[in-house]
Nanobody, 124 residues
C-alpha cells in the first residue's frame, strides 16, 4: 500500500511558476515509478510527466515539455513537478500516481496508487 499526498497547488496568473510536491508513505519509495497527471473540467485525465524509480528515465507530455520539470528525492519519499510559464490551458487538478513496477509510464492504467489531487488555476 502506498499513500500519496499532493501539495503546492494554487491560483496564479499567466506566466507564473508553481512547484507541486507529492509525499509518499508505505512501500519502499525508491522502487516505485512516479507520474503526474492532470484533469481539467469536462476532460479526460491526461499524462503530464513521469520518472522511473532511479530518475534515469523521464518523459513529458508535448504540451508541457520545456516548461515543466519532474524530479524525485528518494531520501525524502517525494516527487516534485516544477511548472514554469503557466498558461490557462494548464488549469486542472493535478494528481501524482505510483507505478509499483518502478518503470514510470504515460498510461494511467499502469499506476496502482493515486493521490487526491491539488488544484492549479491559471488566469489570464
Amino acid at each position: 500500500q502506498v499513500l500519496l499526498a499532493e501539495s503546492g497547488g494554487g491560483s496564479v496568473q499567466t506566466g507564473a511558476s508553481l512547484r507541486l510536491s507529492c509525499a509518499a508513505t508505505g512501500r519502499t519509495f525508491s522502487t516505485i515509478g512516479m507520474g503526474w497527471f492532470r484533469q481539467a473540467p469536462g476532460k479526460e485525465r491526461e499524462f503530464v510527466a513521469t520518472i522511473n524509480y532511479n530518475s534515469l528515465y523521464i518523459r513529458y507530455a508535448n504540451s508541457v515539455k520545456g516548461r515543466f520539470t519532474i524530479s524525485r528525492d528518494n531520501a525524502k519519499n517525494a516527487v516534485y513537478l516544477q511548472m514554469e510559464s503557466l498558461n490557462p490551458e494548464d488549469t486542472a487538478v493535478y494528481y501524482c500516481a505510483a507505478d509499483r513496477r518502478g518503470l514510470g509510464t504515460a498510461l494511467p492504467a499502469d499506476y496502482t496508487y493515486w493521490g487526491q489531487g491539488t488544484q492549479v488555476t491559471v488566469s489570464s
